[in-house]
DNA sequence: TTATTTCTTGACCAATTGGTCAGGTTTCAT
DNA sequence: ATGAAACCTGACCAATTGGTCAAGAAATAA
């Protein structure tokens, strides 16, 4: 298949930002090239984030997604070129936010804190971001092979480097004994499920949809989960952002 | 869509099992129709269930699952019809397996005996049956629409009923009090995340595929978390099957 | 203004896909 | 043995899909 670069007028390597056209008027009406570019790439790839997430990569047509995004298909085509680099571009974006929030959990942090945080911040991304975490799911479900690289790279990496952190925490007593790894896989698990499987949960709760009440619940729940699990007690500092 | 129904010569109230047909010969040579139909009909389901869960409804072809079956592609229309219908066939299949171990949930069992055998036979179906977790994954993931009904009811009113257990299990002070469907939810997540994510889990552990090994400590983690969270304390005597 | 570059899009195309069907083969009941 | 029912499958078809393209519009640079 063709690579992104082949296609379209893209990535000239142009950067005029506004340029001296600054005035109110000409900005908003999105009068240079450069912004209505910015403005229709973030379109795409909004739209292309949820139809890949409604249907999956090879469910996902780009006409479908032209539609999503109020443009014409050869459009979009046109600004990303072929249907996997624009999937490509999307997956970047998710993975860049899945990462995120695994950078606050260091070695002189207080584990309990650390740990109730991270776990608020993945679930603020399930509430907020459901298409992308969708995306990404689905992603993984069909064997990541447009993510493989990064799973075991970056990620890998980053796992291993934070998982050392709590081993420490392990010796110096300050959590008990688990596995680190596994322990972030059902952080991981159980955070991104009242996205991904949102249906399932909704139908067993009797609603149309999570509401706040229920993912509220859903955070403390999971809190209560981790930290029982590392013999901690409730930080409350760190607030439930659905309280 | 065609219904299923209309399709081939299936379901002509015949029950001729074996007939008067049942030497040893006739039976290992398959010669009879009904044996031969529930041979290929097994197969078909099989190729079915492992090419949607590698690439989802929309993805799959039934060229595909015709090659994985080793069935011309207008046989697997003559025994199932439509794509449609195999897909709810297989789902079918699923849903009772997924629902199945959810039995043993009683109020006069033990609780952190019920609970961990519940864990233990969740992982076992993740071990023994990844495709098929992963297509109920999938089809949960993007929005159930051929499973809606049977969410609503059989699983809503199943879940209501265990949920209603724990409660009681409380309210006894047999175990520390936790949200009982939430902790159901987070069972699903925990267990099935090494199924449906496998590739994930497997990049960040640096291996190709999740083993033996990982699978035990898995289960363990699982395990120590669950009871950690209802304040209960280990029970041996129900073993982890991977040691 | 004028030349150049970038952007836009309707129309089109080759490839794939779910599904059909006619005509032949096998199995079964009598 | 024989007719009927069930089974099998190569060949085919209409619809969908990712992607292309040419011709024009719009923005920018000279």
């Known amino acids: 298949m063709a690579s992104a670069l082949e296609s379209g007028g893209k990535n000239t390597g142009k950067l005029s930002l506004a340029g001296d056209q600054n005035n109110v008027d ?15 790439e973030a ?3 909004q739209a292309a984030e949820s139809i ?15 539609e999503a995004a ?38 002189d942090a207080d584990p309990a804190t650390a740990l109730t945080a991270y776990i608020r911040e993945k679930m603020r991304y399930t509430r907020e971001r459901p298409s992308a975490s969708k995306v990404f799911a689905n992603e993984l479900l069909h064997g990541a092979v447009h993510l493989q690289n990064h799973l075991e790279t970056d990620l890998k990496d980053l796992v291993e480097e934070k998982a050392r952190v709590l081993t420490s925490w ?47 619940t859903a955070e403390d729940t999971i809190v209560q989960m981790i930290l029982a699990t590392c013999g901690l007690v409730p930080d409350n500092s760190v607030l439930n952002q659905d309280k």
């Open 70 to 107: 109020d443009l014409p298909k050869a459009n979009v085509h046109y600004y990303f070129g072929t249907k996997k680099a624009l999937y490509q571009a999307v997956l970047d974006n998710i993975l860049t936010l899945w990462l995120e929030p695994m950078q606050d959990i260091r070695e």
């Open 52 to 66: 890949f997430a409604e249907r999956g990569y090879l469910g996902a047509t780009t006409a479908a997604i032209a």
């Open 170 to 216: 392990i010796e110096k007593g300050r959590i008990k004994p688990v596995d680190p790894v596994h322990l972030f896989f059902l952080i991981w698990a159980s955070t991104q499920t009242y996205a991904d499987f949102d249906v399932q949960i909704a139908a067993v709760l009797g609603k149309n949809k999570i509401g706040k009440k229920e993912f509220s």
């Open 43 to 45: 379109h795409i790839l």
């Open 26 to 40: 000409t900005v908003n009406k999105q009068g240079n090239r450069a912004n209505k570019r910015r403005i229709n």
